[in-house]
């Protein structure tokens, strides 16, 4: 898969993201679903959405014991989601429990990446609540490289971490990057963010990108500008 704009489906039910998706016409972008959504509506969405012939990042973040997360991903590969997650804190046995349960008897799989530090986590939150006391982007860091270690695809990142990810772990290590704006749009609750144009220079390989396009006036000419800008 090359670089592409992966849309965050942050609607709290299936008739508001239907609605948002009858914008694009017979256009069928990579989406992204994450809790609120997989919550609300269960695993016949992720089935709709592929038999629609949207591509999916499942954004649902497992972090459980190894046997636990094995089988939870055996259920989610049989969705045929593109690309799922989960937290590097879980460790290096989960994460390779996790891929044995993505494979499917034919050998394939989806796409599996890893949360490494939540961007809501800063320096001062990682030592006082998680007695982490190293620099985070050497902790961010770490964390990929044993994502790496468990054969796993990539990590999600800030794109200001895209560069240093692939330096540590290689240029085929995927970076899936949020926190991206147009340089005049209001930054929201995202504290690092990163143009589309920039973070196609710093080497993102995914941008996903949720209110600048779902609460755009117009969400198509807002894709379309993504797509122009990172992808070209
Ligand atoms: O609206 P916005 O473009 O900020 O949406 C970014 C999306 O990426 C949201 O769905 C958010 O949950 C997700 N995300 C993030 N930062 C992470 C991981 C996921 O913003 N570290």
Do not use: W
């Not at 990057?177 to 220079?201: I, Y």
């Amino acid at each position: 898969m090359g670089k592409d704009v992966i849309i965050a489906l942050d609607f709290p039910a299936k008739d508001k993201a239907l609605e948002f998706l009858g914008r694009f016409g017979e256009k069928r972008p990579f989406v992204k679903i994450g809790m609120e959504l997989f919550y609300a509506e269960g695993p016949q969405l992720v089935r709709e959405l592929k038999e629609r012939g949207h591509r999916i990042f499942l954004d649902l973040k497992l972090h459980d014991i190894p046997s636990t997360v094995k089988s939870a991903m055996a259920v989610l590969s049989r969705l045929n989601a593109d690309i799922c997650n989960l937290h590097a804190g879980g460790t290096v046995n989960m994460m390779k429990a996790a891929l044995e349960g993505l494979t499917r008897p034919d050998g394939t799989r989806p796409l599996l990446i890893a949360v490494t530090q939540l961007t809501s986590t800063d320096q001062e939150s990682m030592e006082r609540d998680l007695l982490i006391k190293e620099p985070i982007d050497k902790v961010v860091m770490h964390y990929a490289l044993c994502a790496k270690e468990a054969g796993l695809d990539g990590v999600v990142c800030s794109p200001l971490e895209a560069g240093k990810v692939h330096e540590v772990c290689g240029s085929g290590f995927l970076t899936v990057t949020p926190g991206v704006r147009f340089a005049e749009s209001d930054t929201g609750d995202q504290k690092r963010v990163m143009t589309p144009a920039a973070a196609k220079e710093a080497g993102a390989d995914y941008i996903v990108v949720g209110r600048p396009i779902i609460r755009a006036e117009d969400p198509l000419a807002a894709y379309e500008r993504c797509l122009k800008e990172f992808v070209g």
